[in-house]
């Protein structure tokens, strides 16, 4: 029974660190994130200190998203239907990709499988563009 209570109140201690911990690592996580947009819209050919201020800023990096692949802004709307969602950012990440100068498939990666397209995303951004980028 004491024992129980000293883990307890050592758990009840350590709680707010934890918080802490999450919140900052949540935030670092957006910027990170943010940054990465802004050099994936500077690779093809938007200046970066505009686009990292709409990569930061909720729902306008969808914006920003839709700008780098050339598609209209009315697809924001489709966006925000679900299952449309998915085909809508399919076409969108493969018109990335390929702006880029990488496979129209990557899209599909980004879009679908679950820590690859944390990898193909980050190849994206970082790697060398190839000669077909627009």
């Known amino acids: ?29 957006y910027l990170f994130f943010a940054y990465c947009l802004a050099r994936l819209a500077k690779n093809v050919g938007m200046p ?6 709409w990569a930061l800023i909720p729902i ?34 493969m018109s990335i990709s390929k702006r880029i100068g990488k496979p129209e498939w990557w899209g599909i990666i980004i879009t679908l499988v679950p820590i690859v397209n944390i990898i193909f995303f980050l190849i994206l951004v970082f790697g060398k563009p190839n000669a077909q980028q627009a």
């Open 1 to 29: 029974m004491e024992q129980e209570m000293i883990v307890n109140s050592q758990i009840q201690q350590m709680s707010p660190a934890f918080g802490w911990v999450s919140i900052l690592f949540f935030i670092v996580g």
């Open 48 to 53: 970066f200190g505009s686009s990292f201020i």
């Open 60 to 93: 306008a990096n969808f914006f920003l998203l839709l700008k780098i692949a050339e598609k209209p802004m009315w697809w924001f709307i489709l966006l925000l239907i679900p299952i449309v969602n998915l085909v809508i950012s399919i076409l969108m990440w």
